[in-house]
């Protein structure tokens, strides 16, 4: 890395552009629609119903409504290109010339970005990861020995073009190399992705100039990996990359954000080159870190004091007195959220279902503005200029705080009373030769992870119970008809253990949660989890309760239709805990444990009512891994007991299965064999079944199901394909610990997919089934 290596000061350096420092702004705003707008035009044009022009035109009018809005809410700073079509580091990828070759062949530049996030039928899509500790899924670049870096920044100058044709004082964003190459992956034998930063810094200085040449003020670029522990030379790294961008010849100002936790010693390092703002997480991050560094006094600081990914309302003193603290540490101080609100919903006006208590405990991106609107003026004109505001807040933390559904004695009795004995369960190979000689299962068994396609007539029958149309018995009705056809399907295909497919769930945490005290599910607040999947995170608010078994009559339904077993399905309390906006007046530990009781007492039900496998999924469990090394040993402790302590109430009889999905899980791989569930089924069809010698490793002995094809394509993997992932497979598991299933659920595919995919699963297990015992 021969970046130029930085001063320590701005000494030396070409003076930057002069730029007005900004004072209130956001990192970035959602992008799918307050209606989902987006996500329907995308999924128009995928189907052949919704023109090219007029899906650009509904991104036009969402960004040009975004723009509008924050500029009435008063920010002098716009961000610009956070809008995405399907994920920004795709789109990073794109801008730096570096989609993989194989989709050159197709034409259209839009329908070639779209194969390299979902795929064709003959070509595979880019793998998709979790987005550092969000719920968010990205795009993972691959950067091969032929990769070829070259500007491409046709997107962002468009939207600049937009944007000043609108009046709007426009600031792009764009990623930052060093979080680009940091979250890519090498292919082909290539050397690690950061070892070419020198050759993607040259496509960014080529970027800033022609963004100057387009009139642009400021450019922001966002750094979140400088939070992370991900190299030991990422402070050198962020000096020498912002020296080097900061000496072009033609730029705009740069603002430098940071964001999800404390950059620690990389501010010092940033605020060492002579880029022109700085942005730190003050929700995550340390007021302590920026303070003592005296380098800050010659920037612009941008205070990122209102969580932008969570959804409780900002406490204004607070908030206002930790500005008051940075006043004398920089030049010039702007008022932001923590990060990008694409991780919150639209607004709280679309929800009708609130009490006023937890109406006034709330803040969606809508009131996350004006939060931001109300502690820059405060901060500039003084408190009382901002009073009715500054009452509000307080009288709603007030309410909160004495609400009896907040603290529940007896759930907390209950907690107390836990003890080591409630959290494990007996010998792993007495469990598994108990299970099988209950279940008798052939070897390689067959299975699904638990969803099966959300027909029409289901959304059809859901839209209509909301509507009043129908009647719960005839729901009821409806989705028992679903389950009767789900069994049939999957006893006509020859799967082994069987699912009853989920047709009453709209979501796999929202489903629990609107059965659970203690949480509230919105009626609207939907956010992007990837591309056009969205998803409500349901509010936790209290202590969590049980009331009534939540799963036991659709199960056992399932189970009087076939002599096969059908799993029980639930989801963890890791999950749960992770796609929730969750509490934050009381640590993540607790919360879990008071999820995973509720769990617990749904898997004795289960059991009582003659379920033998019951599948608690945990695809959160990398999720929510703090981003600093310092920090992981805790999380893991405390998510693994959760996970016991929710499955270790069931006899050893019962077979307890887990999934895990789209996430790199080198650094939970202790973590996933610590949970000692009997069968793990994990994503491996994009990865290669890299995450079984990862497993073998840590001495993981226990059943397995390595995905054999990728749900989250429309392609329809062969035979051959499955048959070969299989084989490679048992390189690494013996056969009496190796289960066969797709990566994930089935919920977002079409049914003629689902069938031919898994008719050519259950083939292809036959024939390595019949390899192996003969």
Request: charged content about 20%; some cysteine; overall charge negative.
């Amino acid at each position: 890395m021969s970046i130029s290596t930085p001063g320590t000061s701005p000494a030396g350096h070409t003076s930057g552009p002069v730029a007005a420092p900004f004072t209130t702004t956001i990192p970035g705003t959602p992008r799918i629609g307050p209606r989902r707008e987006l996500k329907r035009a995308i999924e128009g044009y995928w189907a052949g119903r919704v023109s090219a022009t007029d899906l650009e035109q509904t991104a036009a009018d969402l960004r040009r409504d975004t723009s509008a809005q924050l500029v009435a809410a008063g920010f002098d700073s716009i961000p610009i290109n956070t809008f995405s079509y399907y994920d920004q580091i795709l789109d990073t990828a794109v801008l730096v010339g570096a989609l993989p070759a194989r989709y050159d062949g197709i034409a259209d530049p839009l329908d070639r970005y779209f194969a390299a996030a979902r795929g064709t039928g003959e070509i595979a899509p880019l793998e998709m990861t979790k987005w550092f500790d969000t719920n968010y899924h990205y795009l993972v670049p691959e950067i091969g020995p032929d990769t070829t870096f070259t500007c491409h920044p046709d997107k962002v100058l468009a939207e600049v073009s937009e944007a000043h044709a609108q009046g709007v004082d426009a600031r792009p964003v764009v990623i930052g190399p060093i979080t680009f190459l940091a979250l890519s992956k090498p292919v082909d034998g290539a050397a690690a992705p950061l070892s070419r930063i020198d050759d993607v810094v040259a496509v960014y200085v080529e970027l800033l100039d022609r963004l100057a040449e387009a009139g642009v003020g400021w450019v922001q670029i966002d750094e979140p990996v400088l939070v992370t522990d991900y190299a030991d030379d990422l402070t050198a790294l962020a000096g020498s990359v912002y020296s080097t961008l900061a000496d072009a010849t033609s730029r705009p100002a740069i603002f430098v954000n940071t964001y999800f936790g404390d950059p620690g010693e990389s501010l010092a390092a940033l605020a060492r080159t002579p880029v022109e703002a700085i942005g730190v997480d003050l929700v995550e991050g340390s007021v302590d870190t920026v303070v003592s560094v005296p380098e800050l006094a010659d920037k612009l600081l941008v205070a990122g004091v209102v969580n932008g990914r969570n959804i409780w309302r900002t406490d204004l003193d607070k908030a206002l007195a930790t500005l008051g603290t940075l006043l004398g540490s920089a030049r010039s101080l702007a008022v932001s959220t923590s990060c990008s609100t694409l991780h919150v919903p639209y607004t709280l006006d679309a929800e009708d279902g609130l009490d006023d208590n937890l109406r006034g405990w709330l803040a969606f991106a809508a009131q996350k503005y004006d939060e931001v609107g109300v502690l820059s003026r405060a901060l500039r004109n003084g408190r009382e200029s901002e009073t009715a505001a500054f009452d509000a807040s307080s009288a709603a933390l007030a309410t909160r705080e004495s609400d009896p559904r907040v603290h529940v004695a007896a759930v907390r009795e209950r907690l107390a009373a836990i003890t080591d004995d409630d959290v494990t369960r007996g010998n792993a190979n007495d469990r598994i030769a108990a299970q099988n000689a209950r279940l008798g299962l052939p070897t390689l068994p067959t299975t699904t992870i638990g969803s099966y396609p959300q027909t029409s007539a289901i959304r059809l029958a859901r839209a209509a119970l909301r509507s009043g149309e129908i009647d719960t018995a005839e729901y009821e009705r409806r989705m028992r008809a679903e389950i009767d056809d789900v069994i049939a399907l999957q006893e006509k295909i020859g799967l082994d253990v069987l699912v009853h497919g989920e047709p009453e769930r709209n979501d796999m945490v929202q489903y629990f949660a609107e059965q659970l005290d203690g949480f509230f599910a919105t009626a609207n607040g939907w956010v992007q989890s990837y591309g056009t999947r969205c998803v409500r995170p349901p509010i936790l608010y209290g202590d969590v309760v049980r009331t009534h078994p939540m799963t036991v009559d659709w199960i056992t339904y399932a189970q009087s239709l076939t002599n096969k077993p059908v799993k029980g399905m639930l989801t963890g309390p890791v999950t749960i805990l992770a796609w929730s906006f969750v509490r934050d007046d009381q640590p993540l530990s607790v919360s879990a444990d008071q999820i995973a009781l509720a769990i617990r007492d749904e898997t004795v039900d289960l059991e009582d009512a003659g379920i033998h496998i019951i599948q608690v999924d945990e695809p959160a469990l990398r999720e929510l891994l703090p981003l600093r090394d310092a920090d992981k040993r805790t999380y893991l402790d405390w998510a693994v007991r959760a996970f016991r302590l929710a499955t270790s109430g069931v006899s050893d009889t019962s077979q307890i299965h887990t999934h895990l999905c789209y996430s790199e899980f080198g650094e939970v791989i202790g973590a996933i064999a610590d949970l000692d569930a009997d069968v793990t089924s994990i994503e491996a069809a994009r990865s290669a079944m890299e995450v079984l010698d990862d497993l073998n490793e840590v001495g993981f002995s226990n059943g397995v199901g390595p995905g054999v094809y990728d749900i989250h394509s429309p392609r329809v993997p062969g035979t051959a394909e499955i048959e070969k992932s299989l084989r490679a497979a048992l390189t690494a598991v013996g056969p009496q610990r190796l289960w066969v299933n797709p990566d994930c659920g089935l919920k977002t595919r079409a049914t003629p997919e689902v069938i031919a995919s898994l008719t050519n699963l259950v083939t292809a297990a036959a024939t390595v089934r019949g390899d192996v015992e003969n």
